[in-house]
């Protein structure tokens, strides 16, 4: 017993020793004034944008970094660490794979910098103009989107320079969209033009690094036009009257009133305009849980649909300046939209949606984007009418929770579809 002690306490010792020497490294102490030995380059690969560096690191006790230091064609600088524990050191911002220098340095505790080591690279092709060639602009109804890939998830931004008459008036706008996504899809809404008045659209990508694209024009496209659809002859199922073998969700629990989702009125913190599932939306009868239900509409005559506008509950509070409950918990944030087809006599499958959460917006922010409305196409991808229908269901999937796998969405406060009327 005596001996384990023994050696227990001499291996303490090792410990304290070791762990002194490093708070050393790294405690305040007179500048030296000897900088570092000079990196030594063993390789590099290239990468999107950039390269990795592995080397040697110099001997030398109060070492703290290897740092990389390159310096874009505009003259802006950029730098790059890793600690002495590494022996690899990765670089970014190269606007092309041509030749670029970086510079290698060793630094230590007090800030001397070794002799530079310049190294010539040439990167693979970076991750904003991969981003640049995959914009895809396609029409919308009174809008137009785009489509990108950006398999690095690198930060970018995407700028939009559109053109078009307005009443007679040429007007030339541009819009912003930042994003780090693998694939995104971004939309340019609003724009009530006739179909025969084109839209010029050219774009450029900028990344973190202050890098660039050129201007890529996008050429002209024409917008497809629809109209927002009257709801003074639409009727509502009572809650639990099947069509086609489905139910009508129950609405009225609560505060909530499923005539509500129907009467071009949002809910604000001050008038509670929204349906309310309370636990019975499955069936509309018993609570035997709350999602998927289902809201569905007769139209009141046939119409071709083109779109739809969901607009959530807030109850935000009587200032209505604060989120609320906007893209949070009792409100749907994945749904599915069917269309009754005659013929078959059955529902038809139209498309599924994820409503997605702002990111790094003010509460403000929230509310005006929660006022305006979600908007999807009945077909996202390309963009065109249902056939002609009569009955419409929305199908409420999931919440906004837990990444859209909760079954706690029980609310809704308005729908509004577009279309035209079907001849």
Not at 29 to 57: H, Q, W
Not at 188 to 211: F, H
């Amino acid at each position: 017993m005596i001996k384990l002690n023994l050696q227990y306490i001499a291996f303490s010792f090792l410990l304290l020793f070791f762990a002194c020497k490093e708070i050393e490294r790294f405690s305040p102490a007179a500048d030296d004034g000897t900088p570092p030995g000079k990196v030594e380059l063993r390789r590099y690969i290239p990468l999107y944008g950039g390269a990795r560096f592995f080397y040697n690191i110099p001997k030398d006790e109060d070492l703290i970094s290897i740092d990389a230091v390159y310096t874009n064609p505009n003259g802006k600088s950029f730098t790059f660490s890793a600690s002495y524990f590494v022996d690899s050191l990765d670089v970014y911002g190269l606007p092309s794979t041509d030749e670029y220098t970086i510079k290698l340095y060793a630094v230590d505790r007090t800030g001397n910098r070794s002799e530079p080591l310049d190294v010539k690279v040439q990167s693979l092709e970076p991750a904003f103009t991969r981003v640049a060639s995959s914009i895809q602009v396609k029409p919308g109804f009174s809008s137009f989107f785009l489509d990108w890939e950006n398999e690095l998830k690198q930060d970018v931004n995407v700028y939009v320079d559109f053109t078009f008459n307005q009443n007679g008036t040429p007007r030339s706008l541009t819009s912003v969209f930042s994003s780090n996504l693998a694939t995104d899809r971004r939309f340019i809404n609003d724009l009530v033009l006739p179909s025969t008045e084109k839209v010029g659209v050219k774009v450029r990508v900028e990344d973190s690094y202050g890098n660039t694209t050129a201007t890529i024009d996008k050429g002209n496209i024409s917008l497809l036009e629809d109209t927002k659809i009257p709801k003074k002859d639409w009727v509502l199922p009572k809650a639990a009257d099947s069509i086609g073998r489905i139910p009508m969700a129950f609405g009225d629990g609560l505060e909530g009133r499923s005539r509500y989702v129907i009467d071009d009125i949002i809910d604000r913190g001050d008038n509670l305009n929204f349906m309310h599932t309370h636990g019975r939306g499955r069936t509309g009868k018993t609570a035997d849980g709350n999602m998927p239900w289902n809201f569905i509409i007769d139209l009141g005559a046939y119409y071709e649909l083109s779109r739809i506008i969901t607009v959530q509950r807030h109850s935000g509070g009587l200032a209505n300046i604060s989120r609320g409950q906007y893209y949070r918990s009792e409100n749907v944030g994945r749904f599915k939209m069917y269309i009754w087809d005659d013929a078959k006599q059955d529902w038809e499958p139209v498309s599924e949606h994820f409503i997605p959460v702002p990111f790094g917006i003010s509460e403000l922010e929230f509310v005006k984007k929660g006022e305006a409305g979600d908007m999807a196409y009945m077909y996202p991808d390309n963009p065109k009418y249902t056939k002609k229908t009569r009955w419409f269901r929305y199908e409420a999937v999931k919440g906004f929770t837990s990444d859209y796998t909760l079954d706690d969405a029980n609310c809704l406060s308005e729908i509004t579809l577009y279309g035209r009327k079907s001849n």
